[in-house]
C-alpha cells in the first residue's frame, strides 16, 4: 500500500424505512455509497466493513447488499445483530469500515435519515445525484458534540 496512505476506522449509521429487502437495500446503499463519496474511497482502498442491525431488522443481509455495491470480493463484510438497549433507535443500521485513507485527509462518518440523531455532529443529507454534502457541525451549548442515546457518549 502506499506510505502517505494510513489504516482509518470510520464509522457510520442510517434507518431503515421498514423490515423490507427493498427499505433495507435503499438504507445500506445510501450508507455506503455516502461512505465511499464523502471519504473519496475506492473499493480496493476497504479493508473491511462490520454491519450491526437492531433486532427489529430481519429481512436481508447489510453484507450482501454492501458487497453487490463494491463489485469487490476483496472486501471483507460481517453483519451482526447491535445489542439491544431500551430506546435505542428502531430500524438502525451501523456501520465501522476500515479503509486506507490519504494520511491528510479528514475522515467523514456518514449518518444519515433518523440516525443523524445519534450524531448530529456528523449528520449528512443522503446522497443524490452524486452530490457531496459537508458534517452538519453541531454542538450543545457548551460548543461539545452532543451525547448519543442512553447516556452513550460515543453515540453508539
Same mark, same amino acid.
Given at each position: ?7 482509518? &476506522? ?23 455509497? @455516502?461512505?465511499? +463519496?464523502?471519504? %473519496?474511497?475506492?473499493?480496493? %482502498? ?8 437492531? @433486532?427489529?431488522?430481519? +429481512?436481508?443481509? !447489510? ?7 463494491? +463489485? ?8 451482526? %445483530? ?16 476500515? +479503509?486506507?485513507?490519504?494520511?491528510? %485527509?479528514? $475522515?467523514?462518518? $456518514? ?8 450524531? !448530529? ?32 457518549? &460515543?453515540?453508539?
Amino acid at each position: 500500500m502506499n506510505p502517505a496512505l494510513e489504516l482509518r &476506522a470510520l464509522r457510520g449509521a442510517t434507518t431503515a424505512s421498514a423490515n423490507s429487502i427493498e427499505a433495507i437495500d435503499v438504507a445500506v446503499s445510501e450508507l455506503v455509497e @455516502a461512505l465511499m +463519496a464523502h471519504n %473519496q474511497l475506492q473499493a480496493s %482502498q476497504v479493508l473491511s466493513i462490520t454491519f450491526s442491525v437492531t @433486532a427489529d431488522l430481519n +429481512a436481508c443481509f !447489510p453484507a450482501a447488499i454492501a458487497r453487490r455495491l463494491l +463489485a469487490c470480493d476483496g472486501v471483507a463484510l460481517l453483519d451482526c %445483530q447491535q445489542m439491544a438497549v431500551q430506546g435505542d433507535l428502531s430500524r438502525c443500521i451501523r456501520l465501522l469500515a476500515h +479503509a486506507w485513507l490519504d494520511g491528510q %485527509q479528514i $475522515p467523514v462518518h $456518514p449518518y444519515l435519515r433518523e440516525a443523524s440523531r445519534l450524531r !448530529p455532529d456528523r449528520a449528512l443529507a443522503a446522497p443524490s445525484h452524486n452530490s457531496v454534502t459537508t458534517p452538519a457541525g453541531a454542538r450543545d451549548p457548551a460548543g461539545c458534540p452532543p451525547s448519543g442515546p442512553a447516556g452513550d457518549p &460515543a453515540g453508539h
